[in-house]
Structure formats: structure tokens, C-alpha cells
């Protein structure tokens, strides 16, 4: 839980300044999105869950496409910047936290995604999280992360965050063959 607690209490703390990028993430988070639907089907998704949702910028992405969405988070304060920030979509969003089993019942979402959360924690909850993802979905489970590629500042952005990024890249492909039957890479 410690973890959990010390990565919330960042996040809490650069919430304002992570908003600033909110607009920079939609476009990213639309061009991911448009990808997707190039290589899976998404006519029969109605309902969509985003873990970590942060200040809320792919879960805009979702609801101004006519998504049903849901966005969890542990950090209060990024929850507030996501209320803000999307104000007028039908957004429901809630505190929650990996280290508890997220608050869904199995297989109620069509789609569960979760964007640039799981480099950050230990594997042991990130596992958690995967598994967590899986039970909740009855379609698809979408990852957005960092690859084997390193970029120098997010090297050092990694450094000073203190996840598990390093470890992370090499070992996702296993853990992703581990928990799902079918895992599709798409390069963004």
C-alpha cells in the first residue's frame, strides 16, 4: 500500500501541473484511438472503463465518440483537474485504487484501458491491475505504454518518479502472455 500511497501523494502534488498537458494528451489519446478502430472492430463497444484516468483526457476522447465512460483514480486531485476539464461530457468518475479490487463487476465493460500506469508500479500490483482489467472486460483490455525504445527525458522523468519503468520494459511481454489469450501490439 505504501507504494500506492507514495505514487498518489505525486500525483496529488502535479495534478495543476499536469492539466496543462490535458489537451496535448486528447490528441495523442484521439490518434491512439483512431489506430485502434484500424485494427479491431469497436462497433459493439458501448461501455468503457479507464484506470488511472488522471486529468481525464482520454476518457474526453472516449465520451466525445459516444462511448458510455468511466474514469478511476487514486488521486483526488487529478480526479478534480478531470472534472474541469471535461465538463459537459457524460464522464462518470470515481476514486479507486489497484491495490483494492476495482469496484466493477466482472466482465460490466465492454473496453478497459489504462495509459502510462502500469510502467509505474511494482510488478506485484501491476499484475494486479492486468488481472483486475481482465475480469472487469468482456471485449477488450487496452494498454497504452512506453516501449523497449528509450527517450532521454523520460529516462530521467522514469529516475525521478521512481517506478518500476526499467524492469518494466523488459519483462511486460511475459506478463501481458501470462494474464490475456490474445495480446495485439499496436505501434502509436
Same mark, same amino acid.
Given at each position: 500500500?505504501?507504494?500506492?500511497?507514495?505514487?498518489?501523494?505525486?500525483?496529488?502534488?502535479?495534478?495543476?501541473?499536469?492539466?496543462?498537458?490535458?489537451?496535448?494528451?486528447?490528441?495523442?489519446?484521439?490518434?491512439?484511438?483512431?489506430?485502434?478502430?484500424? +485494427?479491431?472492430?469497436?462497433?459493439?463497444?458501448?461501455?468503457?472503463?479507464? !484506470?488511472?484516468?488522471?486529468? &481525464? +483526457?482520454?476518457?474526453? !476522447?472516449?465520451?466525445?465518440?459516444?462511448?458510455?465512460?468511466? &474514469?478511476?483514480?487514486?488521486?483526488?486531485?487529478?480526479?478534480?483537474? +478531470?472534472?474541469?476539464?471535461?465538463?459537459?461530457?457524460?464522464?462518470?468518475?470515481?476514486?479507486?485504487?489497484?491495490?483494492?479490487?476495482?469496484?466493477?463487476?466482472?466482465?460490466?465493460?465492454?473496453?478497459?484501458?489504462?495509459?502510462?500506469? +502500469?510502467?509505474?508500479?511494482?510488478?506485484?500490483?501491476?499484475?494486479?491491475?492486468?488481472?483486475?482489467?481482465?475480469?472487469?472486460?468482456?471485449?477488450?483490455?487496452?494498454?497504452?505504454?512506453?516501449?523497449?525504445?528509450?527517450?532521454?527525458?523520460?529516462?530521467?522523468?522514469?529516475?525521478?518518479? =521512481?517506478?518500476?519503468?526499467?524492469?518494466?520494459?523488459? =519483462?511486460?511481454?511475459?506478463?501481458?502472455?501470462?494474464?490475456?489469450?490474445?495480446?495485439?501490439?499496436?505501434?502509436?
Amino acid at each position: 500500500m505504501e507504494v500506492i500511497d507514495k505514487h498518489t501523494g505525486l500525483f496529488d502534488k502535479i495534478a495543476k501541473f499536469y492539466s496543462w498537458f490535458f489537451h496535448r494528451q486528447q490528441k495523442g489519446y484521439e490518434y491512439a484511438l483512431k489506430k485502434l478502430g484500424e +485494427a479491431e472492430d469497436l462497433s459493439s463497444i458501448n461501455n468503457v472503463l479507464d !484506470v488511472g484516468c488522471g486529468t &481525464g +483526457a482520454l476518457c474526453s !476522447v472516449y465520451a466525445k465518440n459516444g462511448y458510455k465512460t468511466t &474514469g478511476v483514480d487514486s488521486s483526488s486531485k487529478m480526479l478534480n483537474q +478531470a472534472k474541469k476539464k471535461t465538463q459537459g461530457l457524460n464522464i462518470g468518475f470515481q476514486q479507486a485504487s489497484i491495490v483494492n479490487d476495482l469496484p466493477f463487476e466482472d466482465n460490466s465493460m465492454d473496453l478497459v484501458s489504462a495509459c502510462f500506469v +502500469a510502467h509505474g508500479l511494482p510488478k506485484e500490483l501491476r499484475m494486479k491491475m492486468l488481472h483486475d482489467m481482465n475480469r472487469i472486460s468482456n471485449q477488450l483490455v487496452i494498454l497504452i505504454e512506453f516501449n523497449q525504445t528509450r527517450r532521454w527525458y523520460i529516462h530521467l522523468i522514469e529516475l525521478a518518479e =521512481t517506478g518500476d519503468y526499467f524492469n518494466f520494459i523488459k =519483462t511486460i511481454d511475459a506478463e501481458f502472455d501470462s494474464i490475456f489469450t490474445s495480446v495485439k501490439k499496436i505501434q502509436l
